[in-house]
């Protein structure tokens, strides 16, 4: 029912924006923000998803502006501000999701302001989910092995980190098109499903979207679909059959917009769905195959949480 208003539901543990958020098809795992260079990990349990947000193990190093994706077992917290930009890589082990984030591979340089898709996030099926072991050659891979990071303020390429090898730094492979060339795809945002994996929006207003194509992630990425509106700093999470673009700033400020994306037909222009419960900006977003949920962000810091269904 997505054309209904979002639903309040959480509210995280604390008000911040500029956090970051996965999970799998249990729990959402809200990250990092501001003020400050916030190092809480907050969990929301979807099967309770009124209840205030659980703080949880912290991230090894407080940060904002960073961005998060995953798979069944864990999650990725990488890039951000400390306040300067970094390349560090956080794990969070949803087994024992109250210790503290491991440091991972990094990426190649440190950036902020980025976004995060993979294949096996928010509790996405697998397409094969036996994975070969880390000597196998890299072409034997399933794409589910893979986290993909766009450059965020550093450049129009995308990065990708292997889940079987997660302590190595992580390796560019294509390009983003169609971005403003100045500014790329800073503050934009990314989703996807098991095949592919989606960019859009970002400084300055862009309605700019790409698609990544996980089985051939060695090539320029290919137009998709617009935003209705363009904006950025916009928060994105979905299923596998659509991606929710929501909230963002832009013209003339902070928004409580909601496109989607049908993956069926990803170059038609997204269509605008139902609002979340405010104007905001900077929000985390994560989900699963049922409800997205959006939380904190901007104007100030908030704390409330918006379920669309």
Not at 8 to 35: E, I, R
Not at 191 to 212: E, L, M
Not at 216 to 225: H, I, K, L, S
Not at 226 to 240: I, P, W
């Amino acid at each position: 029912n997505d054309t209904a208003t979002a639903s309040p539901k959480g509210p995280l543990s604390a008000a911040k924006y500029g956090l970051a958020a996965t999970g799998n098809s249990s729990f959402g795992y809200f990250g990092g923000g501001h003020p400050g260079t916030l190092t809480t990990v907050d969990r929301i349990d979807y099967s309770n998803d009124t209840g205030t947000a659980s703080p949880k193990g912290p991230l090894d190093t407080g940060r904002y502006k960073l961005a998060a994706t995953g798979n069944s077992d864990f999650g990725y917290f990488g890039g951000g501000r400390t306040p300067s930009s970094t390349k560090i890589i956080d794990r969070v082990d949803y087994s024992n999701d109250t210790a503290t984030a491991s440091p991972k591979g990094g990426l190649t340089t440190g950036r902020f302001a980025l976004a995060a898709a993979a294949a096996r996030a928010n509790g996405i099926t697998a397409v094969d989910t036996t994975l070969p072991s880390s000597n196998s050659p890299e072409a034997v891979y399933p794409q589910s092995a893979f986290g993909y990071f766009t450059q965020g303020s550093s450049s129009a390429t995308y990065l990708r980190i292997n889940y079987l090898n997660d302590t190595a730094t992580a390796v560019e492979r294509g390009d983003l098109t169609g971005f403003p060339s100045s500014y790329n795809a800073y503050f934009s945002a990314s989703t996807g499903n098991s095949d592919f994996g989606y960019v859009a929006g970002g400084f300055v207003t862009t309605t700019k979207a790409n698609k990544i194509d996980y089985s051939n992630d060695n090539v320029t990425a290919t137009p998709a679909g617009a935003l209705s509106v363009g904006r950025y700093k916009v928060s994105a999470t979905g299923n596998t059959d659509f991606g929710y673009f929501a909230g963002g700033t832009g013209n003339p400020s902070h928004t409580s917009l909601v496109d989607r994306l049908d993956y069926s037909t990803d170059t038609t222009a997204m269509v605008a769905k139902g609002p979340l419960i405010g104007n905001r900006s900077a929000v985390g977003a994560t989900g699963n195959a049922n409800f997205g949920y959006f939380g904190g962000g901007a104007p100030g810091h908030r704390s409330e949480i918006s379920r669309i269904d």
